[in-house]
């Protein structure tokens, strides 16, 4: 995983880690984080790794984890989602241990990169900000309510879809946040007429949710 791009580096009293989604990279969401103007707080935009997807036929691309199939009853890479939780882990702690509080620092992503930052803040053992996960799904969720960490059980979830998404449906959207409501996590729940992307009313309500979780320091 390679840190290609940070804005607003100056900015040290928050943080938001924001994961692109398959095939993307860590260019794909600045001009988002553009037009947040948020200058108090610092975005780090990383680069997934290369590695073959399987449902892309094995071709070569940036992903978090393999990706087997987008169905419910897919399989899912385990090995792949845990080994980058442990790296996400590491550059979480590498920003703690510079003086960001870990209750300053938020993890947001999109389709793959958003299952990737509901997986990680659930099982971080410290209070996280919270979470921003757009058009995306909870890996793994069967293991959740043995593996969640009391720190961010009351970690503030941000979830997002688009009503005319048609690669992670509605419906797998929607039996992810209940599978959290489930878990006892409390998820703020918004859908927009998009499809698998963002559109302007969404980043006007994240503006409103980090600034909420994430205030300038006084």
Same mark, same amino acid.
């Given at each position: 995983?390679?840190?290609?791009?940070?804005?607003?580096?100056?900015?040290?009293?928050?943080?938001?880690?924001?994961?692109?989604?398959?095939?993307?990279?860590?260019?794909?969401?600045?001009?988002?984080?553009?037009?947040?103007?948020?200058?108090?707080?610092?975005?780090?935009?990383?680069?997934?790794?290369?590695?073959?997807?399987?449902?892309?036929?094995?071709?070569?691309?940036?992903?978090?984890?393999?990706?087997?199939?987008?169905?419910? %009853? !897919?399989?899912?890479?385990? &090995?792949?989602?845990?080994?980058?939780?442990? +790296? =996400?882990?590491?550059?979480?702690? @590498?920003?703690?241990?510079?003086?960001?509080?870990?209750?300053?620092?938020?993890?947001?992503?999109?389709?793959?990169?958003?299952?990737?930052?509901?997986?990680?803040?659930?099982?971080?053992?410290?209070?996280?900000?919270?979470?921003?996960?757009?058009?995306?799904?909870?890996?793994?969720?069967?293991?959740?309510?043995?593996?969640?960490?009391?720190?961010?059980?009351?970690?503030?979830?941000?979830?997002?879809?688009?009503?005319? %998404? !048609?690669?992670?449906?509605? &419906?797998?959207?929607?039996?992810?946040?209940? +599978? =959290?409501?489930?878990?006892?996590? @409390?998820?703020?729940?918004?859908?927009?007429?998009?499809?698998?992307?963002?559109?302007?009313?969404?980043?006007?309500?994240?503006?409103?949710?980090?600034?909420?979780?994430?205030?300038?320091?006084?």
């Amino acid at each position: 995983m390679v840190l290609e791009r940070i804005i607003n580096s100056q900015a040290g009293s928050a943080l938001v880690i924001w994961l692109h989604g398959l095939g993307a990279d860590g260019h794909d969401f600045e001009p988002v984080v553009q037009m947040l103007n948020l200058p108090h707080i610092k975005f780090i935009l990383p680069h997934a790794p290369y590695r073959p997807v399987t449902l892309n036929n094995g071709y070569e691309m940036r992903a978090w984890y393999d990706i087997f199939g987008l169905q419910p %009853d !897919s399989p899912q890479d385990e &090995a792949g989602i845990n080994s980058m939780q442990a +790296t =996400l882990n590491a550059m979480i702690e @590498a920003e703690i241990a510079q003086g960001i509080p870990a209750h300053r620092i938020l993890l947001a992503g999109f389709s793959q990169g958003g299952a990737m930052a509901l997986h990680t803040a659930t099982r971080f053992p410290q209070t996280l900000a919270g979470v921003l996960a757009l058009s995306t799904y909870l890996p793994l969720k069967s293991q959740l309510s043995q593996e969640k960490h009391p720190a961010n059980q009351q970690c503030p979830i941000w979830m997002a879809h688009g009503r005319f %998404d !048609s690669v992670i449906t509605m &419906a797998t959207a929607q039996a992810s946040r209940q +599978t =959290l409501e489930d878990t006892g996590y @409390a998820v703020e729940w918004h859908e927009y007429d998009m499809p698998h992307s963002v559109c302007d009313e969404e980043i006007n309500d994240i503006r409103q949710f980090l600034l909420k979780v994430l205030p300038p320091a006084q």
